[in-house]
Each structure stands twice: as C-alpha cells, then as structure tokens.
C-alpha cells in the first residue's frame, strides 16, 4: 500500500496513518465506518511528518484487506493525494521444502537440520520462504523436533512428494 500526497497545515503538525480493514471485517462491499472502530487496524507513517510538502510512504500489509484508507488527525490542514493498494499473492507452502527449491528431497536435508539447530540463520539464507514448510506435522510448532519423524518419513515416500 502506498500513499503519495501533498499536505499544507498551520500549527502542530498533524499524524498520517494508513489505515486497512482488520481481517474480521467481512463486507467488501461496505467499508468499516468511524463506528466500526474496532475493525480498523492504523499505522502512523515513519517517520513523522513534521513540515508541510509531498510525502510518499509504501508500508506492506501482513494480508490482502478488503478496504484500505488513509486518516490525517490534527487542526488547521489541507491533504490532497493517492492511495494505491495492489495485493500480490503469498509463498506457496510446501512442507518439507527446507531450501524452497520447489521439490522435497535429499537436498532439504541439511537446511532441515539447520532450521531446527539455527532458526535465524536458516532464516537469513532462504529469505521468504515460509515457516510452515519446516512444520511437517501441520501442528502450528516450528522449530520443533516433532517434525523430524514426519520429515524423514516425508523423505522416505515413493514416490517422492512433490510440491503443490
Ligand atoms: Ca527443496
Ligand atoms: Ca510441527
């Protein structure tokens, strides 16, 4: 998401936020009203603005909401702008897949191994790709040593899984 405007004001400056339907809102076809609060998720631009001009800021929503928005609170302001909101689609989850090479094979193995010893750094080495691959089981734990049974007997399937 996206916002690009030009902002005038008198006084203290005022918060810019973007704003985005929290995932229980349900309605796409009626965005969440000032009553609808609760259903509103809001993040302040970083860093603050504190002069008035053209600002840019791009933030990346944790899901694909049905309604974005952006509020301005403050006294004495004039905002004319864009919102622009595009969703891409997630990383496929493929359990097993430990390098996201898009197979499950021998190769996942030692990056396996890594993920359970050294969470981070196996994190640092295959940037993007999700977690629930490690988490054979399916029972929402990762790193765990409960999924090494299920990974060795992923690994010793014929024939061998292959991603969806
Ligand atoms: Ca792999
Ligand atoms: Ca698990």
Known sequence: MTIDFDIRFHGPAPVVAFNYAA??????????LPSDDAFVVRIPVEPAILLPGTYAFTTRLPFCPWWVSVDVQGLNFAVQGTIDHVCLPGPTICRGDLNCDGLIDFADISPFVRFL????QWQATYPGCPVENGDINCDEAYPSFGDINPFVLLLSTQP???CP
């Open 160 to 162: 061998p899984p292959s």
């Open 23 to 32: 995932p229980e809102w349900g309605d796409e076809l009626n965005p969440p």
């Open 117 to 120: 010893a050294n969470y981070s």
